[in-house]
């Protein structure tokens, strides 16, 4: 392998793990979600502390587990849910690296993440991004729609653009960990809260609502107070965004996340403030959320 070639190679994946950058944002009209990152601010952090673009690519984890190979010496980063995270170089031995910090991964060596212990999706950058090929200008993976790479398994080689010409200008980012026991998300109302009962708003925002197991980037669906319609007609499909909180006949929402479907049938009561949404999707399922009315 020539010295100029610079690749991870996915050992292990965990439970969840897929290439994401900054999404297809503006191409509701063709059909085209966005999807990207969950947390579109850790991914953007981890690119800045490389001094990459913060639209480069990345990989994001769902509650660790990734194992990756250096082939080449890169310079790596974490964000997002903060997680253990071993460097074990090429002649076995082994070091901890730290969380929002620039790392070095030196050729042939390994970086496994652990599970976090708060949070739910971890972002790991190399200087230079992941150059996989773009679909629709993006290289991120749809995984709803289907666009985007295939998701990275064991053996997958992910090829490492070229550094860019700035140099990385910190070398550590103090952020608070996602640690709340219930975090608070700023709703705004919805384009249908006139489809529900005149204090259907104040219920939602009345009492926690658990996060189920049934829950993915697509959407996070609900268990709690439940939200009773006043409407009971067909609703045609209209578009949806980030942070829509849409209710189906069952009256227990759905959050939708960065793979949510451009359009939906069922009314949507409220929408979580754009800077809450990244906030959601660290929330794991089985922790429980709040709503409060209003911008926070």
């Known amino acids: 392998m020539g010295e100029a070639v610079r690749l991870l190679e996915v050992v292990a994946t965990g439970p969840l793990a897929s290439v994401q950058d900054l999404g297809r944002p503006g191409r509701g009209d063709l059909g085209v979600g966005r999807s990207g990152a969950a947390d579109r601010g850790a991914l953007r952090l981890a690119n800045r502390l490389l001094a990459n673009p913060e639209t480069a690519a990345a990989l994001e ?20 849910a903060p997680c ?22 030196p050729d042939g060596a390994t970086l496994r993440l652990g599970v976090p212990g708060s949070g739910l999706r971890t972002y790991l950058a190399v200087r230079g991004g992941l150059e996989v090929p773009e679909v629709l200008g993006s290289r991120a993976t749809d995984i709803m729609a289907g666009l985007g790479p295939e998701l990275p398994r064991p053996g997958t080689l992910l090829p490492v653009g070229p550094p860019p010409d700035r140099f990385p200008g910190v070398d550590l980012a103090p952020v608070a960990e996602p640690g709340e026991d219930a975090p608070v998300l700023g709703v705004l109302p919805g384009p249908r809260d006139d489809w529900f009962g005149a204090d259907a708003l104040r219920v939602l925002c009345s009492a926690p609502y658990e996060v189920t197991a049934d829950s993915n980037r697509v959407g996070m669906r609900l268990r709690g107070p439940v939200l009773e319609r006043v409407r009971g007609e067909e609703l045609p ?12 006949p069952s009256g227990q929402p759905t959050l939708f996340l960065a793979d949510h479907p451009v359009t939906g049938g069922y009314p949507v009561i409220a929408v979580v403030c754009s800077r809450d ?12 959320i709040r709503f409060r009315l209003g911008a926070r």
């Open 61 to 80: 984890v769902t509650l660790g587990g990734l194992a990756v190979r250096a082939h080449g010496d890169l310079l790596v980063a974490l964000s997002g």
């Open 84 to 105: 253990p995270a071993t460097v074990t170089d090429a002649s076995g031995r082994a070091r901890g690296i730290g969380h929002h910090a620039v790392e070095r991964l």
């Open 237 to 248: 499909p209209e578009g949806m965004v980030p942070g829509a909180l849409q209710v189906p």
């Open 277 to 288: 949404v990244d906030r959601a999707a660290q929330v794991r399922p089985g922790q429980r």
